[in-house]
């Protein structure tokens, strides 16, 4: 009897209009109206934003697209020479010109660019992988481990890696298109395992980790499988800001005559010829840095848009 009261009064203690239907604009106030999306198509939208970055990605895609097409559609090859054309400026036949053994810059230019950008991607790439699982294992694992192998890497970052380059160089032999990407991949992973690792030491108390942990995971597992995937995310930023330093290093190692030998071109080994004759045919050392130059400035430019499309803080 007395629930029975209590549930009366409860009822008459609201005033008659204490419930109204909701109006009909107003219905849908709770409504998500933005379409449903992924991660990396936010940050795609994102990116796109940047108006400098989007600007870098189609001139790079220019770039690669010349890199890939440009040989074939000049009509030459970059190793035949011509001595009735030789050092022969821009024209309708020869577009960038010709060099002093009567060879086709255009085509030399661009196929200069295909050993180029190969040692880049490759000389990064691979560095990165390496630190990338070094970075997981000594985080994950810490303790003695950590303590060694950032031991090991303060030490071998204290000397400049260009040293070491040269040094690899002059050991392995130059003139050999792998022999410099294994010398740039055996100095360039360092950089990558110390982000790695502070991006691993910031993840493996997450939930995640715990719960792969508590069900029985392995260690290996975990971090290829559950750490190393959530740091891919900011360490693509630095892949693209070592880009630019690869290239730098081979053309740095081409002009001071440890990189690609000729006959076979790269961007490097065409400025260490064109120096040699710069203030006669200043065209032949131009083009060829203008490609190095704006390559690299394309790269750092997409680096910077993709750090701001993948900072959180950043996000609209």
Same mark, same amino acid.
Not at 299 to 305: A, E, P, R, V
């Given at each position: 009897m007395s629930e029975e009261l209590a549930k009366k009064e409860w009822e008459n203690s609201f005033a008659e209009d204490a419930f109204e239907p909701l109006p009909e604009d107003e219905k849908n106030g709770e409504k998500i109206v933005r379409k449903n999306t992924s991660y990396w198509k936010d940050v795609w939208r994102n990116f796109k934003k940047n108006k400098a970055a989007m600007v870098s990605l189609v001139l790079m895609a220019v770039m690669v697209l010349f890199v890939l097409i440009g040989p074939e559609i000049s009509g030459y090859n970059y190793y035949s020479n011509d001595y009735s054309a030789v050092n022969q400026g821009p024209s309708t036949e020869h577009w960038f010109g010709t060099d002093n053994l009567g060879r086709d810059l255009w085509t030399r230019v661009w196929a200069g660019g295909r050993v180029s950008l190969l040692i880049a991607i490759l000389a990064t790439l691979i560095p990165e992988a390496i630190g990338m699982i070094v970075g997981g294992i000594s985080g994950y694992i810490g303790g003695k481990v950590d303590m060694i192998i950032m031991r090991i890497i303060d030490v071998l970052m204290g000397i400049p890696s260009l040293i070491y380059m040269i040094l690899l160089m002059v050991v392995l032999g130059s003139g050999n298109i792998w022999t410099l990407i294994i010398a740039m991949s055996i100095t360039g992973w360092m950089g990558s395992a110390r982000s790695t690792r502070g991006l691993v030491l910031q993840l493996k108390s997450r939930e995640f980790v715990t719960a792969s942990e508590t069900l029985g995971a392995s260690p290996a597992w975990i971090i290829t499988r559950r750490l190393i995937?959530?740091?891919?995310?900011?360490?693509?930023?630095?892949?693209?800001?070592?880009?630019?330093? =690869?290239?730098?290093?081979? =053309?740095?190692?081409s002009y001071i005559g440890l990189g690609v030998t000729p006959p076979t071109p790269s961007w490097g080994q065409l400025i260490k010829a064109a120096g040699e004759v710069f203030r006669y045919? *200043?065209?032949?050392?131009?083009? *060829?840095?203008?490609?190095? =130059?704006?390559?690299?400035?394309?790269?750092?430019?997409?680096?910077?848009?993709?750090?701001? =499309?993948?900072?959180?803080?950043?996000?609209?």
């Open positions: 995937p959530n740091t891919l995310g900011i360490r693509v930023v630095g892949i693209t800001m070592s880009l630019p330093s =690869a290239i730098f290093y081979e =053309a740095f190692l045919y *200043p065209y032949q050392f131009i083009i *060829p840095c203008l490609c190095v =130059a704006v390559t690299m400035l394309c790269f750092n430019l997409i680096g910077d848009g993709l750090r701001d =499309a993948l900072d959180p803080k950043l996000r609209s």
